[in-house]
């Protein structure tokens, strides 16, 4: 079914994220989505690569190619838990998250949804990338409140089992709704073609 009407952007909710616990010819599978604090901004930038072909004294074929996925997200905090979970570091049995210089951060998917001007949802996931350790800044009371809230960057990449990256789904169109109303319990399943 077609989606009609003007609905804009105004908002962001509900940041998820789910480990990749496969990703190979077979398939791709994920953990269970885990909610991040409320969200404060998501920056997806696809980076794509164009080249063009010239023949006879002019431009003739070009050519697309999607290469890495840069995301930066910010909420109002990332726990010691989260941290852990999303950089690889470890939370001891005292509640202390040790940083090593060893640490590999998991694959995770990134799933969150933007509201719309006129009261739609559109729905996103993200299939895989990896989160970078994020920049600390500490700015003491001033008189006033200034709130620091951190920001998280990552790099995501199609998956290896299908090329996707992204799933988007509109809350506008009646098809998505079954997926909708599963989407921050699981990761979508894309059927094969």
Do not use: C
Request: no cysteine; glycine share 8%; net charge negative.
């Amino acid at each position: 079914m077609a989606v009609t009407g003007i609905a804009v952007p105004v908002g962001l909710q509900d940041i998820y994220y789910a480990k990749v616990t496969k990703d190979d010819a077979t398939g791709t599978e994920y953990g269970t989505p885990k909610a991040l604090l409320p969200a404060i901004t998501a920056n997806v930038t696809p980076t794509v690569e164009s080249a063009t072909l010239h023949g006879n004294d002019g431009p003739i074929v070009t050519a697309n190619a999607l290469s890495e996925i840069e995301v930066e997200i910010g909420v109002a905090n990332i726990d010691l838990e989260q941290q852990a979970d999303l950089l690889g570091s470890t939370m001891n049995a005292d509640g202390l998250l040790i940083d090593n210089s060893d640490d590999q951060a998991p694959e995770v998917a990134l799933g969150f949804r933007r509201s719309m001007s006129d009261g739609s949802f559109v729905y996103t996931w993200l299939f895989k990338g990896k989160f970078s350790l994020p920049a600390e800044e500490a700015t003491t009371k001033q008189g006033e409140i200034e709130f620091q809230t951190p920001t998280i960057t990552g790099i995501f990449l199609k998956r290896l089992s299908d090329g996707h990256w992204r799933v988007r789904a509109d809350s506008r169109n009646p098809d998505s709704a079954a997926a909708i109303a599963a989407w921050f319990t699981a990761v979508p399943t894309i059927p094969k073609a």
